[in-house]
T-cell receptor, first 114, second 109 residues
Framework: DVKVTQSSRYLVKRTGEKVFLECVQD?????MFWYRQDPGLGLRLIYFSYDVKMKEKGDIPEGYSVSREKKERFSLILESASTNQTSMYLC?????????????FGSGTQLSVL | RKEVEQDPGPFNVPEGATVAFNCTYSNSASQSFFWYRQDCRKEPKLLMSVYSSGNEDGRFTAQLNRASQYISLLIRDSKLSDSATYLC??????????FGSGTKLNVKP
């Protein structure tokens, strides 16, 4: 089974703090993604990466950055946390499948910024 | 306009009922289609892919209508354990997945 592991299930941070969310997958997937999920808005893509050191902005990258130094690890960084970044953060991975790519998710990090 | 639209529900049905969810998508270039299930405060998990010919997995049947840009999920003989939120997901290309906001299902004894 594909395993996508997020380092923290719950996090509480203060406004202005730098926050690191870590994600590791064990299936050698090329593609990794960071989403946030908010009630009524569904999942929105923050950033994705299709290879080591490669990254592309998603739909809502403002206030976030990412790092992918190793294939299995994709980190999301909140440079200066704000209250509107309180959300559920979901990491996902997929492998290229000629148009039949499927996403596999980690268990999520519920981040509260106070 | 949202890329993927779903009725948020909730759908409240008794055990044993048949229930159907619908989903519409706006991008005609969409390549692949999925239903994911998400339990409260958990991550989404793949329920099934959706193919043009329609496909079935036990009590679950998925249909795709490309002409109308419409996807459906039918659940027969509902179980209490089917209570969850069902997400419609559309893939434009390898990295572009669009999610509906989800349809909540409550199966009651």
């Amino acid at each position: 089974d594909v395993k996508v592991t997020q380092s923290s299930r719950y996090l509480v941070k203060r406004t202005g703090e730098k926050v690191f969310l870590e994600c590791v997958q064990d299936m050698d997937h090329e593609n990794m993604f960071w989403y946030r999920q908010d009630p009524g808005l569904g999942l929105r893509l923050i950033y994705f990466s299709y290879d080591v050191k490669m990254k592309e902005k998603g739909d809502i990258p403002e206030g976030y950055s990412v790092s992918r130094e190793k294939k299995e690890r994709f980190s999301l960084i909140l440079e200066s946390a704000s209250t509107n970044q309180t959300s559920m953060y979901l990491c996902a991975s997929s492998f290229p499948a000629g148009g039949d790519e499927k996403l596999f998710f980690g268990s999520g990090t519920q981040l509260s910024v106070l | 306009r949202k890329e993927v639209e779903q009725d948020p529900g909730p759908f409240n049905v008794p055990e044993g009922a048949t229930v159907a969810f619908n989903c519409t998508y706006s991008n005609s270039a969409s390549q692949s289609f999925f239903w994911y299930r998400q339990d409260c405060r958990k991550e989404p998990k793949l329920l099934m892919s959706v193919y043009s010919s329609g496909n079935e997995d036990g009590r679950f049947t998925a249909q795709l209508n490309r002409a109308s840009q419409y996807i459906s999920l039918l659940i027969r003989d509902s179980k209490l354990s089917d209570s969850a939120t069902y997400l419609c997901v559309v893939n434009i290309n390898f990295n572009k997945f669009y999610f509906g906001s989800g349809t909540k299902l409550n199966v009651k004894p």
